[in-house]
């Protein structure tokens, strides 16, 4: 069952005119999967090698000699960053054949890929990111709920039902620990794992990397370099605080949500809506959610989140073009905002304010502030622009 991506008709169209397209992402998110479908659909033919597969690698020790054999056809190279020396040669053989659509480069791990592909491809190089699916991609298929407890990644998503989508995430988290994390030096499965589910409990929530270092028994600084891995592998998405001067005393420390709401329930022992919906963890799935909708919509947003020493917050401030929009999550049916959040909006004087939870269609509450669902969210925010 093939599902088509809000990014498809973007993707395609770096492909046609750029030289090298960059399509980045977490592991089993669709990357094969879309890029073999635009591919197919383009003019130029084209031929795709999984780094993955010792037969592809087999063809690529002597990559020059193959590449040039292959220089008619757009070269689809899957998880590239396994071969970072691939990188000077596809510069050079670029430059030579001097046209768009040279290569297509699937990555899920951008650390590595956005160093080595910025020191080499600069100049000639494009960058999609492309995440599991989010709500407006799917909300005729699936209900909320279904969407909430099984993420956006297409087999868990896809399962034939609750209990095959479990043991698919709980699969993909130690297959992701236990293979694809060990080309990082100094890297221990363990350590990662518990780290993983700590944050997990602590998902929405600023983090304390000395609490988490005393936990785990290890340093500060181990911390920070894990997540920082986390991070580069797409698990975990990182906030900062906004810090526009409001003269107030600002919370400085991230705060931390784990990209996927699937993983996240997985990570947390929770196998069905029923669990998922009874547990204190609901409320920052939810806001996962909405963020993961907004980067989806706007993959040029500055996204941040707002709170004072004094308790005022707002889950997300949103800089978009030159627009900044407040954005509170509220995961019950009757949302309404709390004294601290019209603290927040007035201290940051966004442009438009939003409260999204969990129903069919919004309503205006006041002046500047809307109640929204969540498939509104961003045509609302799109309105306002």
Request: net charge positive.
């Amino acid at each position: 069952m093939y599902l088509e991506r809000n990014a498809t008709a973007s993707i395609r169209q770096c492909i046609e005119n750029f030289p090298v397209t960059a399509l980045v992402g977490p592991r089993q998110c669709g990357k094969s999967t879309l890029a073999r479908h635009v591919l197919q659909h383009l003019s130029h033919p084209s031929i795709l090698l999984d780094l993955e597969r010792p037969s592809d690698l087999q063809k690529l020790e002597n990559a020059e000699w193959f590449f040039s054999r292959q220089k008619d056809k757009i070269i689809c190279i899957d998880e590239v960053q396994r071969k970072p020396e691939l990188f000077p040669l596809i510069r050079s053989l670029t430059d030579e054949w001097n046209r768009p659509a040279c290569f297509v480069l699937l990555g899920s791990a951008s650390r590595d890929l956005l160093k080595q592909s910025s020191e080499s491809l600069a100049g000639r190089i494009v960058y999609k990111n492309l995440s599991p699916f989010f709500w407006n991609e799917v909300s005729a298929l699936f209900s909320l709920e279904d969407f909430m407890l099984r993420g956006g990644f297409p087999r868990s998503l896809l399962a034939r039902n609750d209990a095959i989508s479990f043991e698919w995430r709980l699969s993909f988290i130690s297959t992701f620990l236990e293979r694809d994390l060990l080309q990082w030096l100094n890297f221990k499965p363990v350590t990662m794992h518990r780290l993983w589910r700590m944050l997990a409990h602590l998902n929405g929530q600023t983090v304390n990397f000395s609490m988490l270092g005393k936990a785990l028994g290890v340093s500060n600084q181990t911390i920070r370099n894990y997540i920082d891995l986390l991070k580069g592998t797409f698990m975990l998405e990182v906030l900062e605080p906004y810090t526009a001067n409001s003269g107030k005393r600002l919370v400085k420390a991230p705060k931390v949500y784990i990209s996927d709401s699937g993983i996240a329930a997985a990570l947390l022992n929770l196998s069905t809506f029923e669990e998922l919906s009874g547990s204190p963890a609901i409320g920052a799935i939810w806001e996962q959610m909405v963020l993961q909708q907004i980067k989806g919509s706007f993959p040029e947003a500055e996204c941040f989140f707002y709170r004072t020493a004094g308790g005022a917050e707002i889950d997300f401030l949103i800089r978009l073009k030159s627009k900044l929009f407040a954005v509170e999550c509220k995961a019950g049916y009757s949302p309404a905002l709390s004294k601290g959040n019209h603290q927040s909006i007035a201290d940051t004087k966004p442009d438009h304010s939003f409260v999204v939870f969990p129903g069919a269609s919004g309503w205006s509450i006041q002046k500047g502030i809307d109640a929204v669902a969540l498939s509104e969210l961003c045509g609302e925010m799109q309105k306002h622009l």
